[in-house]
């Protein structure tokens, strides 16, 4: 009869390629592990709970972000509609001096983010119950902006860029490029002062085809017309109509 430390090999055993791939402290693995144990529960806020299968789509989708070198430097990261909590909080584990605000409207998805962040003793992740438009403390001090199944790459761009340094970087993860909506994307960024720096294919585990991280550069000033009222950037997109899919997969 198998038992359930049996059980828990495979998984801590892809928790330790993950720590070595992307050079991670030992001690992470206790995190990790206890992160896993959190989106097991059937009431945590995702499709995705089993372990064996959380381990690929919320821990390595998540620290695929870290190929980013600014991502790996941020200081402050601000992770978009954080869901169940990623890719925020598993970023808050690979970067221990980096201070991650995860953003969710829903109260009750920040309630479970803030208790697997305290079970799994990760110190630098707060989580805010708000929309990111109406994020006010949030304005102009982020070195990275995340975010991961939330919305149409424009979309994303007129949430963050309110919330971007000059200089700073949004990291967008989707999965198969969209030509319409990178050239609505493009469109609104010229708007927001972004610009589109780099489109990069990531494989952060086998069979997750088609994965790419947006990088787009805060590189001027944001008009003050920014940010629009709530729900006004998915109604009324910059650039044009976006038709693109929402990317929401795994949350």
Same mark, same amino acid.
């Given at each position: 009869?198998?038992?359930?430390?049996?059980? /828990? %090999?495979?998984?801590?055993?892809?928790?330790?390629? *993950?720590? /070595?791939?992307?050079? *991670?402290?030992? +001690?992470?693995?206790?995190? @990790?592990?206890? *992160?896993?144990?959190?989106?097991?529960? %059937?009431?945590?806020?995702?499709?995705?709970?089993?372990?064996?299968?959380?381990?690929? =789509?919320?821990?390595?989708?998540?620290?695929?972000?870290?190929? =980013?070198?600014?991502?790996?430097?941020?200081?402050?990261?601000? /992770? $978009?509609?954080?869901?169940?909590? @990623?890719?925020?909080?598993?970023? !808050?584990?690979?970067?221990?001096?980096?201070?991650?605000?995860?953003?969710?409207?829903?109260?009750?998805?920040?309630? @479970?983010?803030? !208790?697997?962040?305290?079970?799994?003793?990760?110190?630098? #992740?707060?989580?805010?119950?708000?929309?990111? %438009?109406?994020?006010? /403390?949030?304005?102009?001090?982020?070195?990275?902006?995340?975010?991961? #199944?939330?919305?149409? $790459?424009?979309? *994303?761009?007129?949430?963050?860029?309110? $919330?971007?340094?000059?200089?700073?970087?949004?990291?967008?993860?989707?999965?198969?490029?969209? #030509? +319409?909506?990178?050239?609505? !994307?493009?469109? #609104?960024?010229?708007? $927001?002062?972004?610009?589109?720096?780099? =489109?990069?294919?990531?494989?952060?585990?086998?069979?997750?085809?088609?994965?790419?991280?947006?990088?787009?550069?805060?590189?001027?000033?944001?008009?003050?017309? @920014?940010?629009?009222?709530?729900?006004?950037?998915?109604?009324?997109?910059?650039?044009?109509? =976006?038709?693109?899919?929402?990317?929401?997969?795994?949350?």
């Amino acid at each position: 009869m198998t038992g359930g430390r049996d059980r /828990d %090999e495979p998984v801590a055993a892809a928790i330790a390629r *993950l720590i /070595d791939r992307h050079g *991670l402290r030992a +001690d992470a693995a206790r995190a @990790f592990a206890s *992160l896993l144990r959190a989106l097991a529960d %059937e009431h945590a806020p995702t499709t995705v709970h089993a372990a064996a299968e959380a381990v690929d =789509v919320h821990l390595a989708d998540s620290l695929a972000g870290l190929e =980013v070198a600014e991502l790996r430097d941020a200081r402050t990261i601000a /992770d $978009l509609g954080a869901g169940a909590g @990623f890719p925020g909080l598993a970023l !808050a584990v690979a970067l221990p001096r980096t201070q991650v605000t995860l953003v969710e409207s829903i109260a009750r998805k920040c309630a @479970f983010i803030s !208790a697997a962040a305290e079970a799994a003793g990760i110190a630098n #992740a707060v989580a805010v119950a708000s929309r990111a %438009e109406e994020w006010r /403390d949030g304005i102009g001090v982020n070195d990275v902006v995340t975010a991961r #199944a939330l919305a149409p $790459l424009g979309v *994303l761009a007129e949430y963050a860029a309110p $919330l971007l340094r000059e200089g700073g970087l949004l990291v967008a993860w989707k999965g198969r490029r969209d #030509a +319409d909506e990178e050239r609505v !994307a493009a469109a #609104a960024a010229r708007e $927001l002062g972004l610009a589109v720096e780099a =489109v990069r294919p990531v494989a952060p585990y086998r069979g997750a085809d088609h994965r790419h991280l947006h990088l787009l550069r805060k590189v001027a000033p944001t008009p003050e017309r @920014f940010p629009r009222r709530a729900g006004m950037a998915r109604k009324r997109p910059l650039g044009a109509r =976006v038709g693109a899919p929402s990317d929401r997969p795994h949350r």
